[in-house]
DNA sequence: ATCCTCCCCTAC
DNA sequence: TAAGGTAGGGGAGGAT
């Protein structure tokens, strides 16, 4: 069976469920907490460290963007020895020093404009200055370890601040770009020889400089071309982006965390927004040479590909997102072509985040392009108001949401459509009526006989196999559903998604908008691009290792360690097809393989630890189509006292003292939880409590440590789970079964042209 | 019952 | 620049 992950339907809006709460905590509150232990440890390690070597930071206040080299861990070490301090969160006022080697082209623009406002005060260094400060053992001016960008342009721009009050940017440069349509990067739509049932392992020869085989930076390079690594590592930068908000705006980073959004509770209505930007990759081109306005357009790659945003001009043919070039092109043979901009993205993303939250309180990050807002006890603030009286009439979400998408394309040239409703569920529906450049709300009133309309894969969450399960139960639209039986629903779909079934084909939802959330496990992989001679498994184990070098360098970035490594294999099936892609991977079984191991971020051990994984797997590197690394049970070293995370100290004293923080444990976070342990069998002296908050596989892990240290009774040992020996089944299981993507059959009688056709949207 | 592990599914 | 990533929720089924 032709394995496909991708669907041709129309691309809905996502629905992110946060199961996971703290029970009353917050983020802000954590991070604050965090910060506050923070400094306690800072001054703890000061004096362990036992004298500095010098005060020539004195007064330096670091604060450490992404990821370094070298690590954070070594810069703050460096910094303590010259009597300067480290900071995790960035904090306007308390920031002296921003320290970063990857410094985003948009943030510099950016940097740049604030710095001659005099908004920023905090240098941008690299960590060189750092390094060749502590090794001279003086502070050395800063101008000269300016990141790249902001080297040429502003040189020691704090110097500079006082004389520059309104000055403009040195004459056009980087800012006259954005007024400057772009070389044409538009490509005419007519693929050289698109449509024929060309062998695609022609077109593969041709490419394969860019395969694993032949290409040594093949991990790099592939990511950096990559629209999923682009937009499937959104969250991991989220935090660097949140950051770069608040240097924006001059608050914390915890400042625009710190509120949850309304629960359903207090009987009151809530409001909320759903905000995306319309076509965003296309539209960003768009805003950049407007001579691309209002024609059938997508962004691919230049020879075509996967498309991975259409202009609504485009979709009028039923051109779609995840559709290959050539089957697009059929349906629309004047389609054009603009190639990716990431860079470009990245900043309209920064962009909208600034705006999100400068006008709602509330912000919870969805994607690249989107994120819904509770504005239940919000409206804009009096001068805009003032300035605004054809707004006076609106009710505040709408003024809201209306103000937020016209300033976002004024600063961004990007449309945008917004959708208003009492829940995240109707927000988002009503997001897509909005379409294009619209904004509609969607009342509690009209909100059971809408949805009673709509086709059940608009729900979010409802996919291409739901769907086609349904369908075969014959349901089509939300009134089918809502004559089902909740038992039905969970016989057909499992319990909870059930009930949630249930519940959205009326309407019904009642999450919070959640600022952040923690990171439960991260990871890397790459099934594109992938092929080895038979003999070249080295060459298959140095892929490994740079798998596992991003992987490390993800954790480093998280600041975490993680207890559990898996890989994921894709082997080539017998008698396979060629890949429908170009180099793709084709039909594949996959394999997972995982093992505990001890805490690591080291890219050495995570590759060691795959490479033992994949042996064991005895996948002749010819075969080989596909790679992936993640790693799970992570533990946040915020907190962990430097010498190495020893939980069980943490938990022996009160509940103010030191620990690691996991994802289901935020540090300092206490949480009665339903026992799980009985309290007489917990050690003395531990609070029960922060025990119990604790994840089970960590749990286990302090128990064990526990009772090794009562046996040896002696010093406390390193941290870290001892051999519990190979604990993974699959690792005793002689064979276990490979996973068969998609397995299931596809469903049938799913009418192409039913999925292909465009509702017409009205906006508002 | 509840937990643990290995998937499947979904969204962008 | 022909680049099918990333992470979470949660179900199935065996272990405890
Ligand atoms: N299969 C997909 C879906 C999305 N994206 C990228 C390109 C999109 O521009 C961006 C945002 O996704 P959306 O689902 O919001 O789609 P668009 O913004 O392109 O269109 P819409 O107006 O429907 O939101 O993510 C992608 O590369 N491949
Ligand atoms: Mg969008
Ligand atoms: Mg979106």
Known sequence: MWMRKRKKDDEEEQEKEEKWDWDGGDFGVYMKEKERKLREQHEADLEAEGGESGFFFKGVVVWVDGFTNPGRDELRRMVYKGGGKLETYFHPRIVTHVVATHFPKFKIVHLQKAMMSNQVHQYVVTPDWIVKSLSQKRRLPESEFLVPGLRDETQSVLNLAQRSGSTELSAGRSMGKTSNPEPASVVAGVGTDVGEDTDPDKFAEKLLHKSTRENPNFVRDYFSASRLHFIGSFRARYESLIAAVAMHRGCSASDLLRTKGTTKENGVMRSIIHIDMDCFFVSVAVAKDPSLAGIPL???????????????????????????????????????????????????????????????????????????????????????????????????????????????????????????????????????????????????????????????????????????????????????????????????????????????????????????????????????????????????????????????????????????????????????????????????????RSVKTERTSDAKTIAEKSIELLNAVKIPPQELRGLGIQVHDLVFLDIVDSSGSNIARFLKQSSTSVGGSTASNPASAKIPSPKLVDSSSLPSGWDESVFRSLPKHVQQEVLEEHRQNQRQDQRARSAGRTSTKSETRSENAPESKPQKKNSRRKPTGINAAVRASVRAKGCA
Not at 316 to 345: H, N
Not at 570 to 580: E, G, I, R, T, V
Request: hydrophobic share 35%.
């Open 298 to 592: 997508v962004v691919c790659h230049q020879h075509g590909g996967e498309i991975s945003s259409a202009s609504y001009e485009a979709r009028e043919k039923g051109v779609r997102a995840g559709m290959f070039f050539r089957e697009a092109v059929k349906l629309c043979p004047e389609l054009k072509i603009v190639t990716y901009r990431f860079e470009d993205y990245e900043r309209v993303t920064f962009q909208i985040y600034c705006i999100f939250y400068e006008l709602s309180p509330v912000v919870e990050a969805v994607s690249v392009d989107e994120a819904f807002l509770d504005v239940t006890d919000a409206d804009l603030p009096q001068d805009i108001l003032a300035a605004m009286p054809e707004l006076s009439n609106m009710p505040p979400a709408e003024r809201i949401a209306l103000t937020i998408r016209r300033r976002i394309a004024e600063e961004t040239g990007c449309p945008s459509s917004a959708g208003i409703g009492a829940n995240k569920l109707l927000a988002r529906l009503a997001t897509k009526r909005a379409k294009p450049n619209g904004q509609f709300y969607l009342s509690d009133e009209e909100a059971v006989q809408y949805v009673a309309d709509l086709p059940v894969r608009d729900l979010p969450g409802v996919g291409w196999s739901t769907g086609g399960k349904l369908q075969e139960l014959g349901v089509e639209r939300c009134d089918d559903l809502q004559r089902r039986s909740l038992s039905q629903l969970q016989a057909l779909v499992g319990e909870k998604n059930g009930e949630s079934l249930y519940r959205a084909c009326r309407g019904q939802d009642d999450k919070q908008v959640q600022p952040m959330k923690v990171r439960k496990s991260l990871g890397a992989e790459a099934s594109w691009g992938v092929r080895f001679y038979e003999d070249e498994g080295l060459k298959m184990h140095d892929f490994v290792r740079d798998l596992a070098a991003v992987v490390s360098e993800k954790l480093q970035e998280a600041r975490a360690v993680g207890q559990r490594i898996t890989i994921k294999v894709y082997w080539k099936m017998k008698n396979a097809s060629l890949p429908h892609k170009t180099l793709g991977h084709g039909p594949c079984d996959i394999y997972n």
